[in-house]
């Protein structure tokens, strides 16, 4: 038989979601994929990392990791992935770069125009996109006619990241819509099939985080250093006449965490957590739900999506034209909420 050849995957910043997602992933992939190497600017870190789940090569700076893989999952704050991804790929290596893809869209097209350069994959960890709910949702959506309203919720009450830089306007850019709302806005558009945002509307809060004595389900966080939004509300209008109600938090006083997505549209409607089908038929109103499983293999569909695609043997699911257009509204939500005003797109 012949033996296919496998990638060699490089990983910069081996933190939370490098080892809680990517590692076991290409581990469970070991046919197509091997880890050749680790970099973080933490190098004990990095070498742990790399004994304990017995990778190769360890560099001090990823110039050198560079040299010796096909491909590379960028995994450090957000500061740095564009800088990152684009040196990778003018160093000729493949590139998934985690979610948000970048501080704004000026790194976003920097990296995209790269990617193009050097006819590499560019691909961003929005993984909600491969949970099964979402990819049946993308089946359905078909039916529903032309879509009208969208609504997103991506509500937590009390859990703003209390480890890691994720509350560091610094390093990541912002709070709780570049952290979470993002992944929400990411999956609405891929069901719309990508619609041209025109205007948006944006308002975002840290109240919450920033009184003392608040209580938190994940951690502590020094409330007097708070520089991130906990709160955002949207409204997004685009070209085809549709429009995204949003809205999501870190924090807020509401009864329970909340993760809502639903799509009406001029035939028909859906749900995608938990999956539904709204219908008129048969003189009444139909509710179709489906028996979709808890399904914890997002993380390895999303390796096994680009590993394929850097083989030729798939499409990726995540195109960097599609992650810049949800950086742009994100660019665009905290715009308005600074300037008090609507920001048109696309003029
Ligand atoms: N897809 C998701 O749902 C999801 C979940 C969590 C985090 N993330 C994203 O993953 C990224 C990392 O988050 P995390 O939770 O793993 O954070 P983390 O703090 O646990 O890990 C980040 C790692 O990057 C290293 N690092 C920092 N700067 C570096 C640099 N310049 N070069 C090399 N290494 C560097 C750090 O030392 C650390 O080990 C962020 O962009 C975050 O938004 C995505």
């Known amino acids: 038989m012949k033996k296919m050849k496998k990638l060699k995957m490089g990983i910069i910043g081996v933190g939370g979601i490098a080892e809680g997602r990517h590692i076991p992933s290409y581990l469970a992939l070991q046919e197509k994929v091997e880890i050749t190497a680790v970099q973080d600017i933490r190098g004990k870190r990095a070498k742990e990392v790399a004994e304990k789940y017995d990778i190769p090569f360890v560099f001090e700076d ?36 985690e979610k948000p893809m970048a501080m704004n869209a000026s790194e976003c097209e920097v990296m995209l125009e790269a990617a193009q350069k050097a006819n590499k994959q560019l691909a961003i960890a929005y993984h909600y996109r491969f949970m099964p709910q979402s990819r049946l949702a993308k089946q359905a959506v078909q039916e529903i006619g032309e879509p009208l309203v969208t609504r997103i919720q991506a509500l937590r009450r009390r859990k703003v990241p209390g480890w890691g830089v994720f509350t560091n306007k610094e390093l990541q850019g912002g709070g709780s819509l570049i952290d979470y709302g993002c992944h929400l806005i990411d999956l609405a558009l891929w069901l719309l099939d990508s619609p041209e945002p025109v205007e948006v509307i944006g308002r975002t809060y840290n109240r919450l985080s920033r009184s003392p004595e608040q209580i938190n389900d994940w951690g502590n966080f020094d409330h007097k250093s708070f520089e991130v939004d906990d709160h955002v509300t949207a409204y997004i209008t685009f070209k085809d006449g549709s429009s995204i109600l949003f809205e999501t938090s870190w924090a807020a006083n509401i009864k329970e965490d909340h993760t809502h997505l639903s799509i009406s549209g001029t035939e028909a409607g859906l749900n995608v957590f938990p999956y539904e089908f709204y219908q008129p038929k048969h003189g009444t109103f139909m509710t179709t739900t489906a028996s979709v499983t808890e399904d914890k293999n997002f993380g390895l569909l999303q390796a096994e999506n680009f590993v394929d695609s850097c083989l030729g043997d798939a499409e990726l699911v995540v195109k960097p034209e599609e992650a810049m257009k949800v950086t742009r509204i994100m660019d665009a939500i905290y715009e308005s909420s600074e300037t008090g005003k609507s920001v048109r797109l696309g003029e």
């Open 62 to 97: 990823y110039q050198s990791l560079f040299e010796v893989v096909d491909a590379v999952t960028i995994c450090t704050p957000n500061k740095f992935h564009s800088r990152i991804a684009v040196a990778a790929l003018e160093a000729g290596c493949h590139v998934i770069c």
